[in-house]
């Protein structure tokens, strides 16, 4: 059974960097047939995909537009895990935070996601 | 972007009652579409992939349809714990995109 387990402060100041981590269990992040997401919940913008990575012979990231100049997802084989960057953050950026499995089939979907993370930006 | 847009925002029932659930894509997703179940303080739960394939372990009371950039997803009988807060999600292309969601109270 998959299992994804968050971890990361849920406190940012406004211009520092967001960084949570989220813990694989059950999978690899190293897997061919799955890719690694962040995904965002907040009430101004509804659930919203940041981005991921997924290991294809070599790694490959796709970001969000809304983001791209701000975000860096990492996987950590070493630890089995990936990692979530997001720069200059905003009151803005404040939202549940979540990790989640893509399944990549003929088509995919994510499941199981993580716990979810508050994440508020703010002073 | 491809925008989901839903409908309803949200919807009253009695338990036993069937609901249907509307997903409308901004542009032609084939059948790249996903449904998913949130409950208030949890993470969303993937209930039907590729438009109406259930999935494991999901209810049979749950069907999903359509195809291009009409989609529905309808519940047969509901439950008490159906109650809950459902996503649409399309993965046809990158940003992959959700719904507004659609509130589904008891009445």
């Known amino acids: 059974q998959v299992q994804l387990q968050q971890s990361g402060p849920g406190l940012v100041k406004p211009s520092q960097t967001l960084s949570l981590t989220c813990a694989i269990s059950g999978d690899s992040v190293s897997s061919n047939s799955a890719a690694w997401n962040w995904i965002r919940q907040s009430p101004s913008r509804g659930l919203e995909w940041l981005g991921r990575t997924y290991y294809r012979s070599k790694w490959y990231n796709d970001y969000s537009p809304s983001v791209r100049s701000r975000i860096t997802i990492n996987p950590d084989t070493s630890k089995n895990q990936f990692s979530l960057q997001l720069n200059s953050v905003t009151p803005e950026d404040t939202a549940v935070y979540y990790c989640?499995?893509?399944?990549?089939?003929?088509?995919?979907?994510?499941?199981?996601w993580g716990q979810g993370t508050l994440v508020t930006v703010s002073s | 972007d491809i925008q989901m847009t839903q409908s309803p925002s949200s919807l009253s029932a009695s338990v036993g009652d069937r609901v249907t659930i509307t997903c409308r894509a901004s542009q032609s997703i084939s059948s790249y579409l996903n449904w998913y179940q949130q409950k208030p303080g949890k993470a969303p739960k993937v209930l039907i992939n590729?438009?109406?394939s259930l999935q494991s372990g999901v209810p049979s009371r749950f069907s999903g349809s359509g195809s291009g950039t009409d989609f529905t997803l309808t519940i047969s009988g509901l439950q008490p714990e159906d109650f809950a807060t459902y996503y649409c999600?399309?993965?046809?292309?990158?940003?992959?995109?959700f719904g507004q969601g659609t509130k589904l109270e008891i009445k």
């Open positions: 989640a499995r893509e399944v990549v089939a003929t088509q995919n979907w994510f499941g199981p």
């Open positions: 590729a438009a109406s």
């Open positions: 999600q399309q993965s046809y292309t990158i940003p992959q995109t």
